[in-house]
């Protein structure tokens, strides 16, 4: 591979008893126009395993050997870590692959290679623990971080937009004309589950709070969210008696509620203008509800039920054989 710099001395990997709180501060600063809840929790898990969990935080843990998600690669100048990289193992539904998360860099420092430097970095690791397959997210808007990964032998692959709800947009909307929702019934659950692999194929849903098994209606499943602390509800919406969509909320105690809707591309825009409003009234808090959803689909439709794009992130990819132009 070309370009690689794996021996710069700026580089080491992260110590976590003594980097978190710099990894953190760091992150808050670089991402701080774009944290919404989800990535302020982050911050917070982090700051929270360095003052809470340092004491039992092993010095020599690696992404390998740790299923914490904050190990990686630092820049270090003058002590100061001013550029981070998290690596992570992917451990759900994939087999040798990793993710590239947090590339940050400070302010004071961008423009000198730095996030170059810490990718090639990352893929040299990967690929001397036996990685095939690496992915990462980036923002719709960043088009210099796009370009950074194209030029290392990434490629898209797909891109999701998060809708949020807002308070004050169209809560309540009446469904359209003879589309009607209701409970969702046991016999919806094989086409629901069909269509919620399609919309989270393996690639992605590995990083999603999502357990599509744990959405079928048995009783084990009830038991153990009980059990859990989780709710858990689910609707159906029907034109014609045909079932059109599906949609269940699944409240863990995050600090959003996702709604993992199922439909199809003919039906989406009915589906989603029916479903969305019924659950926004059966809820107490409608503004913690989210949707995670193909960008560009179902646009119009996700509006006129009250939400709003909060991020739109392009996935891509790496293959390990492939080599860096």
Request: glycine share 6%.
């Given at each position: 591979?070309?370009?690689?710099?794996?021996?710069?001395?700026?580089?080491?990997?992260?110590?976590?008893?003594?980097?978190?709180?710099?990894?953190?501060?760091?992150v808050e600063i670089c991402f701080a126009p774009y944290l919404d809840a989800e990535g302020r929790d982050y911050v917070r898990h982090i700051r929270t395993a360095a003052r809470d969990y340092a004491g039992y935080?092993?010095?020599?843990?690696?992404?390998?050997?740790?299923?914490?998600p904050f190990h990686g690669y630092v820049w270090v100048e003058n002590n100061r870590i001013i550029g981070n990289l998290t690596l992570i193992v992917i451990r759900r539904y994939l087999k040798h692959a990793y993710f590239v998360a947090n590339?940050?860099?400070?302010?004071?420092?961008?423009?000198?290679?730095?996030?170059?430097?810490?990718?090639?970095?990352?893929?040299?690791?990967?690929?001397?623990?036996?990685?095939?397959?690496?992915?990462l997210q980036v923002r719709s808007e960043n088009t210099v971080a796009q370009q950074l990964y194209l030029t290392h032998g990434f490629e898209e692959m797909s891109r999701r937009t998060q809708w949020i709800f807002r308070p004050g947009q169209d809560k309540g909307a009446e469904a359209p004309g003879g589309i009607r929702v209701?409970?969702?019934?046991k016999a919806d659950w094989a086409q629901q589950q069909d269509w919620l692999k399609a919309l989270f194929p393996p690639e992605l849903a590995w990083n999603f709070p999502l357990q599509?098994?744990?959405?079928?209606?048995?009783l084990a499943n009830t038991i153990?969210?009980?059990?859990?602390?989780?709710?858990?509800?689910?609707?159906?919406?029907?034109?014609?008696?045909?079932?059109?969509?599906?949609?269940?909320?699944?409240?863990r105690g995050e600090p959003n509620d996702p709604v993992w809707l199922a439909t199809t591309p003919a039906w989406e825009d009915k589906a989603i203008r029916g479903l969305l409003p019924e659950i926004q009234r059966h809820v107490l808090a409608p503004h913690r509800l989210t949707v995670n959803y193909p960008a560009g689909r179902g646009v119009e439709a996700f509006r006129a039920a009250g939400m709003v794009e909060s991020n739109t992130l392009i996935w891509m990819k790496r293959h390990m054989e492939r080599a860096i132009p």
């Open positions: 591979m070309t370009g690689m710099d794996i021996a710069d001395p700026h580089i080491r990997p992260v110590q976590l008893r003594r980097d978190l709180p710099q990894i953190a501060d760091l935080i092993l010095d020599n843990s690696t992404p390998e050997s740790s299923n914490l590339v940050a860099v400070h302010p004071e420092h961008r423009g000198q290679g730095i996030a170059r430097k810490l990718t090639d970095r990352a893929i040299a690791h990967v690929s001397v623990n036996g990685g095939k397959t690496i992915y209701s409970k969702r019934r599509i098994e744990k959405l079928e209606p048995t153990d969210n009980l059990m859990n602390g989780v709710y858990q509800r689910s609707w159906s919406a029907y034109e014609d008696n045909q079932l059109i969509g599906n949609a269940t909320l699944a409240r």
